[in-house]
């Protein structure tokens, strides 16, 4: 009986703290996106697939916007908004989008749009623990589920290269993470943008906020930042006591500093780093967040700074702490050599003699399905986990001959895919840009495609004389109205290279 | 326990096959062909000093000249104890291997009682059956008491993989008569000669078995003739196709010629120091090797490696190449290819270890991997595979020094806070370039500072042992997880 009374308690509780929920102000707030995108057909890249249309949500903010998360608007062709759960759509548009840190906003031109909306008020800060509001619009009626604040996690971004804190909330909802707004007491605390059984992931009020003001900001726009170096917990007093660090284990152990990360420059392999920015940085990775408790350290990137920042460092070098300063660098996918990510542009390619040249990245390893980690082939993928972030100023990009499109001209090629390209007609190849040029430069008589060591061939040779006629023949049979699409931009300069290990 | 293909009850054909046999052929075959219970232990490459688990299977085999039995290696792999049961004889005797040919699954084996296979007819070994023609097999799929034959069409000839190695190609013919685990072993036979041995099937392929032809049987009983096997000869090249007329004109061949580039040369290997990458292959013992990389063999075109398979170790091979524009007729001394272990299933032979305050050392090698299973290539770390398969091709002296991975810790609070423990390569060892298990063992013995400092391969990662703490807490580790010796280089 007692358990009973209790439950009943409970139950008034939860009705209680419920009663408040401004459902009203819900139905002003959240509206529905109709988004159709239509992808680049990764082994056909000068062909769109079939376009799906997807519901997902937004919340109305300040100054007639609109934020979902970036990943389900990128690259639409047409984006829809419902509001108040009614079948009347009006076209919106994106205003900025930052798909590293997963976000966007967007508006509506129609004067009269956002007249009967009301921006949601953003919470102060993320609800470390306690009951919150999922709501979504679903067949036209607002649903408004439970939620509980389950922890709160450093992780990177979907498809993005932003870590950041995000709230792991357990949902009575069904099916999200699909931009969901969070409210708790009214306020908006977050997006959702996964969701894994009833467990789903939220980007938080804090980094929304800090989202907005830098996409309003006058001028350009000033991206997040990420430390992107490799590191190792240091709970081994062992380990410490080796690099001359005497008392309790303390800092972690950088392991890595990739060419263009924040490291680069200012810390070195085998340092202990124990501060940043005035944090102590614990053994296992972790500080003291003045409001969501031990964080893993990668948040103080993020959490008041940008990219261009300059923050203070503490390290263990060499027997003694030293002060270190790090330049923050953006958080860009595109900065990996093999990115997880490409930008919703155009997928850039080259058709030679048949040959179809691309860059490796995630885009082309999702094709291998749900489970592209395990289906994908292991000489990609073993590239892919171990070599990933090694961008250097010398190899930027992993091209490969996807395919070919067989015909006489390249016989004996034909079942060829998926080799990772080192040099064409003598030259280093780093981009498709630099493909396209290679094969302008035959080697004598011949085009030379010498393929990165493989388990399957050294190089394809091609005949020179007749490489343009056979490349516009094989352009017309399969029926493909483009021989080349190069990047719209080169990759940035990331500057001078680290400091290897001592 | 690591499972192993055993054998499917297929007692009904038996009946329909053996009405179908040559009438007064049978009786003959059948008292040659031999039940084969292995009593086998197979070790534990996740605990590597552990004898293993055993198991018993079944296979077949035939009596061959010499009062010895043939089956194939992997009937009688990992051999505690075989008994052999006779045709017609329901008492078990005890047999021994006398010699095994992992690479060509091939074993002979001798019973103890020594006039055992007094006036058991000797199978007479004949050549290699034509395309479409009939053969009979014979053994015990199952493991049933009572001899089963089979009758079938040789469908396919073709050089393939035997996956007892799982990296060796040889000679292969394919069949639809019903080869079942537990006719492993057993003769495939063809006007009353031994055609083949039966040895595998595919998964992907329905009612297709395969049988090892006579030819690699021969290469067997030849090489095993001094009562040890070595092993075929191996080129250890990857060589790649040059079907393309541009290729042919840019490596400088004539019009009609005709052969394949050498794009790989494996350290240690046969053609190691004769050849050289880009070479063009264009005949080897003389006969022209087309832009496919085929040979012509009878009315077959079958990949060129046979023609290397044809010969012993020790044997010169006559290859022509072309090199910088000129013709070189070369004669190669053929070898065996040590560094094939590392990628070949292992048998018969204990795990190579080395366990130091908890930390258990082994080196990467096609078993290793298998501690992920059967879908080791998509399970295993990347860099595992990465440096068993892929690496060796961008830096073919890798294969001359041994990868030692740190495969599992044993916790103790001497090592439990070391950040990575598990499945992880290991580069150096005290600021020693580790390249075989004795070079770890050397550091870690050697080192007289103060901790052991262990570098792994890729990220930068590291690992440190306090040495005073480590060496004191070693025996208590072996002890208190029933390591009884702490290694086996």
């Given at each position: 009986m007692k358990t009973l009374i209790r439950l009943q308690l409970f139950a008034l509780a939860v009705v209680a703290l419920a009663a408040p929920a401004p459902r009203l102000a819900y139905e002003s707030q959240v509206v529905v996106l109709v988004v159709t995108t239509q992808d680049y057909d990764p082994w056909k890249p000068w062909e769109k697939k079939t376009p799906e249309t997807r519901i997902v949500q937004a919340v109305v903010l300040d100054g007639s916007l609109l934020a979902t998360t970036a990943d389900l608007v990128e690259g639409a062709t047409v984006i829809l908004v419902e509001k108040h759960g009614r079948p009347l759509r009006e076209p919106a548009r994106i205003v900025h989008i930052d798909p590293d840190a997963n976000l966007a906003l967007l508006t509506v031109d129609s004067p009269s749009f956002f007249r009967d909306l009301r921006p949601a008020v953003l919470a102060p800060s993320m609800p470390t623990e306690g009951q919150v509001s999922t709501v979504r619009w679903r067949s036209g009626q607002l649903e408004v589920s439970a939620s509980r604040i389950s922890r709160i996690e450093v992780g990177t971004t979907y498809l993005g290269a932003l870590e950041h804190a995000s709230l792991i909330v357990e949902t009575d909802l069904s099916g999200g993470g699909w931009s969901e707004p969070l409210f708790a007491d009214g306020r908006l605390i977050g997006l959702t943008y996964a969701q894994d059984g009833q467990s789903s992931t939220v980007t938080p009020v804090d980094i929304l906020r800090a989202y907005l003001d830098a996409a309003r900001a006058p001028g350009s726009y000033r991206e997040f930042a990420s430390l992107d170096v490799s590191w190792q917990v240091n709970r081994d007093k062992a380990l410490t006591r080796s690099l001359g660090l005497e008392g309790e284990p303390r800092g972690v152990l950088v392991t890595q500093v990739p060419w263009g990360s924040s490291g680069c420059g200012a810390l070195r392999p085998r340092d202990i780093l124990l501060g940043l920015d005035g944090h102590a940085i614990d053994a296992a990775g972790y500080y003291e967040h003045r409001r969501y408790g031990r964080l893993k350290f990668t948040q103080i990137a993020v959490e008041g700074h940008h990219a261009g920042d300059v923050i203070p460092g503490e390290v263990w070098r060499d027997g003694k702490k030293v002060s270190v300063r790090l330049t923050l660098r953006p958080a860009r996918a595109?900065?990996?050599?093999?990115?997880?990510r490409s930008s919703g542009a155009a997928p850039p390619y080259v058709i030679a003699g048949g040959l179809v040249f691309r860059e490796l990245d995630g885009d082309f390893l999702r094709t291998w399905g749900k489970d592209w980690e395990k289906k994908a082939p292991p000489f990609l993928m073993t590239r892919y986990d171990?070599?990933?972030?090694?961008?250097t100023p010398r190899r930027r990009r992993v091209i490969l001959l996807a395919y070919v499109l067989p015909s006489a001209y390249n016989l004996g090629y034909g079942n060829l895919e998926t080799l990772p390209v080192a040099r064409i007609n003598g030259r280093d190849v780093d981009s498709i840009a630099d493909v396209d040029e290679a094969f302008q430069h035959p080697d004598g008589d011949f085009h030379r495609i010498v393929f990165e060591p493989n388990p399957v061939r050294a190089e394809v040779v091609l005949e020179a004389a007749t490489f343009e006629k056979a490349t516009r023949e094989i352009l017309d049979e399969y029926q493909i109205p483009q021989r080349t699409r190069l990047p719209e931009t080169p990759l940035p300069d990331l500057g001078d290279a680290c400091a290897e290990r001592r | 326990m690591r499972s192993r293909t055993v054998f499917f009850v297929l007692v009904a054909t038996s009946v329909w096959l053996a009405a179908a046999a040559p009438r007064g052929a049978a009786p003959a075959i059948e008292r040659s062909v031999v039940r084969i219970v292995n009593h086998a232990q197979r070790p534990n490459w996740y605990s590597p000093w552990s004898p293993g688990s055993t198991q018993w299977l079944t296979g077949s085999g035939f009596v061959v000249e010499g009062g010895m039995i043939m089956t194939n290696a992997h009937v009688v792999s990992d051999a505690r104890f075989l008994a052999l049961y006779l045709y017609g004889d329901p008492n078990p005797h005890e047999g021994r291997v006398v010699v095994e040919g992992h690479d060509c699954d091939l074993a002979l084996i001798r019973p103890v009682e020594p006039n055992l296979l007094d006036g058991v007819p000797a199978l007479p070994i004949g050549g290699l059956p034509p395309l479409r023609s009939m053969v009979e097999t014979y053994g015990y799929p199952s493991g049933g008491d009572q001899i089963s034959s089979t009758q079938g069409v040789v469908s396919r000839i073709d050089r393939q993989i035997y996956t007892h190695s799982a990296a060796d190609q040889h000679l292969a013919v394919q069949t639809d008569a019903a080869i079942n685990p537990g006719n492993s072993g057993g003769p495939v036979v063809q006007e009353g000669r031994i055609v083949g041995v039966a040895f595998q099937n595919n998964k992907q392929l329905e009612s297709v078995g395969f049988f090892i032809p006579t030819e690699v049987i021969r290469h067997f009983l030849a090489d095993a003739k001094d009562g040890t096997y070595d092993g075929y000869p191996d080129l250890a090249i990857r060589t790649s196709t040059l079907e393309n007329r541009a290729a042919r004109r840019l490596a400088g061949m004539k019009e009609g010629e005709s052969g394949v580039r050498v794009d790989w040369i494996a350290p240690g290997g046969s053609a190691d120091g004769s050849l050289r990458t880009?070479?063009?292959?264009?005949?080897?013992g003389g006969e022209p090797i087309a832009n496919d990389g085929s040979v012509a063999s009878g009315d077959l075109r079958l990949p060129f490696g046979l023609l290397v398979d044809r010969h012993q170790i020790g044997e010169p091979l006559a290859l022509r190449i072309l090199r910088d524009g000129a013709r070189k007729d070369l004669s190669i001394p053929l070898k065996t290819y040590p560094g094939n272990v590392r990628w070949s299933n292992q048998y018969d032979r204990r795990p190579r270890y080395y366990v130091y305050a908890g930390l258990v050392f082994v080196p990467l090698d096609r078993e290793m991997v298998k501690t992920f299973g059967d879908d080791w290539m998509s399970n295993a770390d990347s860099e595992l595979v990465y440096e068993l398969l892929f690496r060796p091709q961008e830096d073919p002296a890798i294969l001359k020094k041994e990868r030692i991975v740190l495969l599992r810790r044993l916790d103790h609070p001497v090592n439990v806070n070391i950040a990575f423990f598990r499945n992880i390569l290991v580069d150096r060892v005290n600021d020693r370039s580790i390249e075989s298990l004795q070079d770890l063992v050397r550091a870690i013995e050697e080192n007289q500072g103060p901790y052991h400092m262990f570098e792994f391969a890729y990220f930068g990662r590291v690992a440190v042992l306090d040495r005073a703490a480590a060496d004191k807490a070693n025996a208590e580790i072996l002890r208190d997880y029933a390591v009884p010796k702490d290694r086996n280089l």
């Amino acid at each position: 009986m007692k358990t009973l009374i209790r439950l009943q308690l409970f139950a008034l509780a939860v009705v209680a703290l419920a009663a408040p929920a401004p459902r009203l102000a819900y139905e002003s707030q959240v509206v529905v996106l109709v988004v159709t995108t239509q992808d680049y057909d990764p082994w056909k890249p000068w062909e769109k697939k079939t376009p799906e249309t997807r519901i997902v949500q937004a919340v109305v903010l300040d100054g007639s916007l609109l934020a979902t998360t970036a990943d389900l608007v990128e690259g639409a062709t047409v984006i829809l908004v419902e509001k108040h759960g009614r079948p009347l759509r009006e076209p919106a548009r994106i205003v900025h989008i930052d798909p590293d840190a997963n976000l966007a906003l967007l508006t509506v031109d129609s004067p009269s749009f956002f007249r009967d909306l009301r921006p949601a008020v953003l919470a102060p800060s993320m609800p470390t623990e306690g009951q919150v509001s999922t709501v979504r619009w679903r067949s036209g009626q607002l649903e408004v589920s439970a939620s509980r604040i389950s922890r709160i996690e450093v992780g990177t971004t979907y498809l993005g290269a932003l870590e950041h804190a995000s709230l792991i909330v357990e949902t009575d909802l069904s099916g999200g993470g699909w931009s969901e707004p969070l409210f708790a007491d009214g306020r908006l605390i977050g997006l959702t943008y996964a969701q894994d059984g009833q467990s789903s992931t939220v980007t938080p009020v804090d980094i929304l906020r800090a989202y907005l003001d830098a996409a309003r900001a006058p001028g350009s726009y000033r991206e997040f930042a990420s430390l992107d170096v490799s590191w190792q917990v240091n709970r081994d007093k062992a380990l410490t006591r080796s690099l001359g660090l005497e008392g309790e284990p303390r800092g972690v152990l950088v392991t890595q500093v990739p060419w263009g990360s924040s490291g680069c420059g200012a810390l070195r392999p085998r340092d202990i780093l124990l501060g940043l920015d005035g944090h102590a940085i614990d053994a296992a990775g972790y500080y003291e967040h003045r409001r969501y408790g031990r964080l893993k350290f990668t948040q103080i990137a993020v959490e008041g700074h940008h990219a261009g920042d300059v923050i203070p460092g503490e390290v263990w070098r060499d027997g003694k702490k030293v002060s270190v300063r790090l330049t923050l660098r953006p958080a860009r996918a595109a900065q990996d050599l093999i990115p997880v990510r490409s930008s919703g542009a155009a997928p850039p390619y080259v058709i030679a003699g048949g040959l179809v040249f691309r860059e490796l990245d995630g885009d082309f390893l999702r094709t291998w399905g749900k489970d592209w980690e395990k289906k994908a082939p292991p000489f990609l993928m073993t590239r892919y986990d171990l070599f990933r972030t090694t961008q250097t100023p010398r190899r930027r990009r992993v091209i490969l001959l996807a395919y070919v499109l067989p015909s006489a001209y390249n016989l004996g090629y034909g079942n060829l895919e998926t080799l990772p390209v080192a040099r064409i007609n003598g030259r280093d190849v780093d981009s498709i840009a630099d493909v396209d040029e290679a094969f302008q430069h035959p080697d004598g008589d011949f085009h030379r495609i010498v393929f990165e060591p493989n388990p399957v061939r050294a190089e394809v040779v091609l005949e020179a004389a007749t490489f343009e006629k056979a490349t516009r023949e094989i352009l017309d049979e399969y029926q493909i109205p483009q021989r080349t699409r190069l990047p719209e931009t080169p990759l940035p300069d990331l500057g001078d290279a680290c400091a290897e290990r001592r | 326990m690591r499972s192993r293909t055993v054998f499917f009850v297929l007692v009904a054909t038996s009946v329909w096959l053996a009405a179908a046999a040559p009438r007064g052929a049978a009786p003959a075959i059948e008292r040659s062909v031999v039940r084969i219970v292995n009593h086998a232990q197979r070790p534990n490459w996740y605990s590597p000093w552990s004898p293993g688990s055993t198991q018993w299977l079944t296979g077949s085999g035939f009596v061959v000249e010499g009062g010895m039995i043939m089956t194939n290696a992997h009937v009688v792999s990992d051999a505690r104890f075989l008994a052999l049961y006779l045709y017609g004889d329901p008492n078990p005797h005890e047999g021994r291997v006398v010699v095994e040919g992992h690479d060509c699954d091939l074993a002979l084996i001798r019973p103890v009682e020594p006039n055992l296979l007094d006036g058991v007819p000797a199978l007479p070994i004949g050549g290699l059956p034509p395309l479409r023609s009939m053969v009979e097999t014979y053994g015990y799929p199952s493991g049933g008491d009572q001899i089963s034959s089979t009758q079938g069409v040789v469908s396919r000839i073709d050089r393939q993989i035997y996956t007892h190695s799982a990296a060796d190609q040889h000679l292969a013919v394919q069949t639809d008569a019903a080869i079942n685990p537990g006719n492993s072993g057993g003769p495939v036979v063809q006007e009353g000669r031994i055609v083949g041995v039966a040895f595998q099937n595919n998964k992907q392929l329905e009612s297709v078995g395969f049988f090892i032809p006579t030819e690699v049987i021969r290469h067997f009983l030849a090489d095993a003739k001094d009562g040890t096997y070595d092993g075929y000869p191996d080129l250890a090249i990857r060589t790649s196709t040059l079907e393309n007329r541009a290729a042919r004109r840019l490596a400088g061949m004539k019009e009609g010629e005709s052969g394949v580039r050498v794009d790989w040369i494996a350290p240690g290997g046969s053609a190691d120091g004769s050849l050289r990458t880009g070479d063009v292959l264009l005949r080897i013992g003389g006969e022209p090797i087309a832009n496919d990389g085929s040979v012509a063999s009878g009315d077959l075109r079958l990949p060129f490696g046979l023609l290397v398979d044809r010969h012993q170790i020790g044997e010169p091979l006559a290859l022509r190449i072309l090199r910088d524009g000129a013709r070189k007729d070369l004669s190669i001394p053929l070898k065996t290819y040590p560094g094939n272990v590392r990628w070949s299933n292992q048998y018969d032979r204990r795990p190579r270890y080395y366990v130091y305050a908890g930390l258990v050392f082994v080196p990467l090698d096609r078993e290793m991997v298998k501690t992920f299973g059967d879908d080791w290539m998509s399970n295993a770390d990347s860099e595992l595979v990465y440096e068993l398969l892929f690496r060796p091709q961008e830096d073919p002296a890798i294969l001359k020094k041994e990868r030692i991975v740190l495969l599992r810790r044993l916790d103790h609070p001497v090592n439990v806070n070391i950040a990575f423990f598990r499945n992880i390569l290991v580069d150096r060892v005290n600021d020693r370039s580790i390249e075989s298990l004795q070079d770890l063992v050397r550091a870690i013995e050697e080192n007289q500072g103060p901790y052991h400092m262990f570098e792994f391969a890729y990220f930068g990662r590291v690992a440190v042992l306090d040495r005073a703490a480590a060496d004191k807490a070693n025996a208590e580790i072996l002890r208190d997880y029933a390591v009884p010796k702490d290694r086996n280089l």
